[in-house]
């Protein structure tokens, strides 16, 4: 059976998928390309590597049937942030790219299992090949390429510091991207602000954030994803328009990946929301016009009530005066005052006691 140096890694979106933010990755990537990775070897069972950052960290790796189920780092981040660290990256992306088949001698496993046989096997001249060519394309690079990289990192680690209150990101975020040295990196800009929107507890304001990392950095398609998860989160859905463009700013010419097909599940709950908002919004417009078409029935019905009920009262008041008048003439045989007032209390009350006795039957 055909052994390898190192164990299998399927595939770089493998180590990726590890880091907990996307720098991670990108900061791990330039410490291989850079050639800081200087040894790695398996020492009882365990991949121990050597990786040049500001100093010399130590890497170690536990493996069962080529699956990564521990690791460990010496470097500040690895304490003080969640997931691998960029050592750690740089060193999988090593196993990754150096990896070759090998021949063991059966005969003499304690001697293979050692690190110095395993520092021997480890291909050397290749490295060194491709550091070399590396480090002249950096070289080609313009001159404040690394300025920029150092500016951002401390940034980000600054930003990531949970000490460090939502305010003082913010303003950290605020006076990096003013320097002119970054007033091209739309891509560190675009990485600085999703990790401010990291940060961010109003998820309002986070959802803006990753808005406008998007437009510095419409490519990134993890960023777009976590743009539109927070829209489908947010009670009050509103931008759809906004969250729609982000999607569709992110997708491949192709659908080609998973990331790809996970854009186009969330943008067909944006566009769900979008149509139940819109019939929403138009059932209640319609209920308004009903409405007020009730109102104004309601108000023509009222006016004419009124007015009939102020015709039938005028009626029976006549009725009711007619009525005393001529009661006062039958009693006095002319007109007097006193029996008239008489007469309109007397009414009502003779009118209501026969209406109480006709209903009594």
């Given amino acids: 059976m055909e052994k390898y140096l190192y164990p299998k890694i399927k595939s770089t979106d493998s180590i990726r998928f590890m880091c907990n933010v996307d720098i991670t990755y990108s900061k791990g990537l330039y410490y291989y390309n850079d050639g800081r990775v200087l040894s790695v070897a398996k020492v009882r069972g365990v991949y121990k590597a050597c990786v040049r950052g500001r100093e010399d960290y130590d890497v170690s790796l536990t493996f069962k049937d080529d699956t990564l189920v521990d690791y460990h780092c010496t470097c500040p981040a690895f304490y003080h942030y969640t997931g691998i660290c960029k050592h750690i990256v740089a060193t999988l992306l090593y196993m990754y790219n150096e990896n070759e088949p090998i021949k063991l001698d059966c005969s003499n496993t304690q001697k293979n299992n050692s690190y110095e046989n395993y520092k021997e096997k480890t291909p050397k001249t290749t490295n060194t090949q491709k550091s070399t060519s590396n480090k002249n394309n950096i070289e080609k690079q313009e001159n404040d390429k690394k300025a920029v990289l150092e500016i951002y990192s401390n940034a980000f680690d600054y930003i990531r510091d949970k000490n460090n209150s939502e305010e003082d990101i913010l303003k950290k975020y605020k006076e990096v991207v003013a320097i002119p040295i970054m007033e091209k990196e739309n891509k560190y800009k675009a990485f ?17 954030y990753l808005a406008q990392a998007n437009i510095l950095y419409p490519t990134s398609k993890n960023i777009a994803i976590s743009a539109l998860r927070v829209w489908c989160d947010i009670g009050n859905r509103n931008d759809f328009e906004k969250a729609m463009q982000i999607g569709e700013r992110s997708l491949s010419p192709e659908i080609n990946d998973d990331d790809d097909l996970e854009i186009i599940r969330l943008l067909g709950i944006v566009s769900e929301k979008m149509n139940a908002a819109r019939k929403i919004d138009i059932g209640r417009s319609s209920e308004n016009c009903k409405i007020s078409g009730k109102k104004q029935n309601y108000f023509s019905r009222d006016v004419s009530e009124k007015i009939i009920g102020i015709i039938l009262g005028i009626f029976v008041l006549a009725i009711w005066i007619g009525a005393a008048v001529g009661l006062t ?23 209501a006691i026969i209406i109480k006795l006709s209903l009594l039957k």
């Fill in 329 to 351: 003439f039958a009693i006095e045989k002319e007109f007097s005052v006193i029996t008239f007032i008489i007469s309109m209390i007397l009414i009502p009350i003779v009118v």
């Fill in 192 to 208: 600085l602000l999703n990790n401010v929107a990291y940060r961010c507890s109003d998820r309002n304001k986070k959802f803006e």
